[in-house]
């Protein structure tokens, strides 16, 4: 069910392709036609989302490559070691205790690639963008025939690893079978700026002959026995919720039926407590603890692609103040690249705030560049690559183009991009 990546044979290196290739791009026609077919029309033809697709891809260097998804590995291998796991669980709530079986549908492990060397920076549970980076992968085309050959074998078996991928979920917790009907579940879906890839997994989903909605989670209803939308049960929940751990009033029937098994939902809290709760890159980034942890060490060699991470609290803040322009800070429980700083912009009011709890600092690791052209002049923009990825398993790999701190799908000429291997 794996997704393979294309591989350019190319005598460029990688970093010479991303300061001077422009002869790849997205069909923009081809994809904004299926974004629109898959939505009915509606969101996907609205202005809200300019820079959501880049117009040229990212080349990365084949040992790169490789060395991202051994940090993958080693990751998912040291997230179930019992040390880890029981360090991990001790700080979450008790929702997140219990483990129902799944290991997370489309989990992403983002990385910036300086040169050849990745640093993992994030790991995400509810990773946006991949059924839109399926397209757009397919969607790209080439002015040179040399160029057009190497890129035809472009994501085909996508959609089959995705309903795959919930197939697998469901029968974690269920045994056998397959669910009756999912709901692809968040705030408000209609309003989000990715509902396009919710219509694009249902029309995935309903292809594979499974039923799919797509709710708002306030409208489910739990009556003990059985999670509903619309008066129809819902058996499996594509979880796409940043309420990580299912606090809010308005996510109270999806909390209990989870509680009680009633529904397989995935990712849920037990799977980000125990892989994308930030804390838990503090103990990736520790040697000593992995070591003692049991991890061997060929995974531990590979999680030096993870910047250091601690915690930040008042007895390291001096320290850390003083040298903030070597790190990076990021709340516990936040997501997107919301309320996340780098140390050399940061203000003293700012700092008070990060000081008073729940934040890590992680050593700064400089993002990828990439030359794109804006109205024929080549501009950089930084790049960031992720991994989307199921049980450890590569599913589709994709880079985002952005100005800024962190990616924002506002920059001109940047958004979504497709990976090359070189």
């Known amino acids: 069910m794996t997704v393979h990546v294309p591989v350019l044979n190319t005598l460029t290196t990688a970093e010479r392709l991303n300061e001077s290739c422009f002869c790849i791009t997205s069909d923009s026609a081809q994809l904004r036609g299926e974004i629109t077919a898959a939505c009915n029309g509606g969101a996907a033809e609205g202005s809200g989302w300019p820079h959501l697709l880049s117009e040229v891809p990212v080349f990365v260097p084949k040992a790169a490559f490789a060395a991202m998804l051994q940090t993958v590995g080693a990751i998912e291998a040291a997230a179930n070691l019992p040390a880890f796991r029981a360090e991990a ?6 929702i997140a205790q219990a483990d129902h079986g799944p290991v997370g549908a489309l989990m992403g492990y983002d990385f910036h690639l300086d040169g050849e060397v990745p640093r993992l920076i994030e790991i995400n549970t509810n990773a946006g963008g991949a059924s839109i980076n399926a397209l757009l992968l397919a969607a790209q085309r080439a002015c040179c025939s040399e160029v057009e050959r190497q890129i035809e074998t472009a994501a085909p078996d996508f959609d089959a690893a995705v309903a795959a991928m919930f197939l697998s979920e469901w ?8 669910p009756g009907r999912i709901a692809i579940v968040d705030d408000r879906p209609a309003d989000q700026y990715l509902y396009p890839e919710f219509a694009l997994f249902q029309r995935t989903l309903q292809t594979a002959g499974i039923e799919t909605v797509i709710a708002d989670a306030a409208e489910l209803r739990f009556d003990g026995g059985r999670l509903t939308h619309d008066g129809k049960p819902i058996d499996l929940v594509y979880n796409r919720l940043v309420d990580f751990m299912l606090e809010d009033d308005a996510h109270a029937a999806l909390r209990a039926a989870y509680e009680a ?3 397989v939902v995935t990712p849920n809290p037990h799977v980000y407590a125990k892989l994308a709760d930030k804390r838990n890159l503090v103990l990736l980034s520790d040697a000593q603890f992995l070591e003692a942890a049991g991890l061997g060490p060929d995974h531990r060699a590979a999680l030096a692609a993870i910047p250091r991470t601690i915690a930040v609290t008042a007895g390291n803040a001096d320290a850390l103040w003083s040298g903030r322009a070597g790190w990076f800070f990021k709340p516990v429980s936040g997501h997107g690249g919301k309320a996340v700083y780098r140390g050399d912009k940061l203000t003293r009011s700012v700092w008070s705030r990060i000081v008073e709890g729940g934040y890590v600092a992680q050593t700064l690791a400089a993002p990828g560049r990439r ?13 960031d690559i992720r991994l989307y990825t199921y049980g450890g398993k590569l599913l589709l790999a994709a880079a985002r183009l952005y100005q800024g701190q962190t990616t924002n799908f506002r920059t001109p ?3 979504f ?5 070189v």
């Open 89 to 94: 669980l001790r700080r979450a709530p008790a």
């Open 417 to 421: 991009a497709p990976v090359y291997v």
């Open 371 to 383: 030359m794109v052209r804006i109205d024929g002049v080549a501009t950089e923009r930084k790049t």
């Open 413 to 415: 000429g940047g958004g």
């Open 261 to 263: 098994g009633a529904a």
């Open 171 to 178: 029968r974690r917790q269920r045994g056998e079978g397959q």
